[in-house]
């Protein structure tokens, strides 16, 4: 997936179970096509799951993982993975990994279907990032270096390499997406107000392969789990609500928004970083990530959808 990808491979795994987990290191270990770009995931057993950074430099989200996971779930209404095991880089492995506790679900459709229960997601979502961004910040996570996230700065200091990623995506086979209003509308983002804000807690990868939803039936779905905490940062919120574009259609947007009670500046802020992720997407996962390209897809044209009178 990436240039530098470590090697990783069911003995590897193995061995580094038995090394730092001997208990749990006989267990089934199954590879899991769902893992994301960042991480290598095994299912271990019934209940855990084994997480290895796919590449160098990988230890530091598995650490901040580790760290502030525990800090957190006490704190919001939805589930995280608790962090059992972190295990050491050694000769076999050169990152940190860890094996974190399993939460059943299946990622939520990319755009959900409009109805009562994508309505009632949108109200537990954005719950959650209500609360995030409502949280104190402790001193040590404000100082945290595994915290910094440029996605929770200023879109000023990404707008040169957004127009960068803009001019490669001329270069996607089948990219369906009108690139013309795509650079009308990111030219119109060097306007947007982004005043100062006190730092809050944020998911900077707040999307729906992060999202794990269950219910009895396909009309009964509850938000069952938030992944990947190794995407904490502090700093700017508005990159928090950027799922609302992929997830969910105009009227259950504006349900999302009003539960975490944004202001227009903001709205507009999330919704051009939103776009910038998307973006990003397209020129570097086209071939490896098909799936995330087509729900980033759905991400960009909404946003030009609810920017396009502003672009006429």
Known sequence: MHDDDLPITDKLVRTLLRRDAPALADR???????????????????????????????????KAEARWSRWLAPRISVAVPEVMVVGEPDAE??????????????????????????????????????QLRSLPVPSDAAADPALASYRAGRLRDV????????ARCREVPGLELDLAAAARYW????DLPEPDVAPTWVHADLLAENLLVRGPAAADRTLAGVLDLGGLAVGRPAVGLVGAWELFGPADREVFRR??????????????????????????????????????????????????????
């Open 28 to 62: 089934p270990l199954q590879r899991l096509d769902v893992a994301g770009s960042s991480n290598v995931l095994y299912r271990l057993g019934d209940d855990l799951a084994v997480r290895l950074p796919r590449q160098p430099g990988g230890s530091a989200s598995i």
């Open 259 to 312: 539960t975490v009670d944004v202001g227009d500046d903001e709205w507009q802020v999330a919704r051009a970083w939103a776009f910038a992720i998307a973006v990003m997407t397209f020129p570097y996962y086209w071939r490896t990530m098909p799936g995330r390209c087509r729900h980033r897809l759905v991400a960009a044209r909404a946003v030009l959808d609810e920017a396009r009178s502003a672009l006429l």
């Open 159 to 166: 707008r040169d390499e957004i127009n960068d990623w803009l």
């Open 187 to 190: 030219a119109s983002t060097a």
């Open 93 to 130: 492995f050169p990152e940190r990994w860890a094996v974190v506790s399993w939460i059943e679900g299946e990622t939520p459709a990319v755009p959900l279907p409009s109805g009562p229960t994508t309505t009632a997601l949108a109200v537990e979502l954005g719950e959650v990032a209500r």
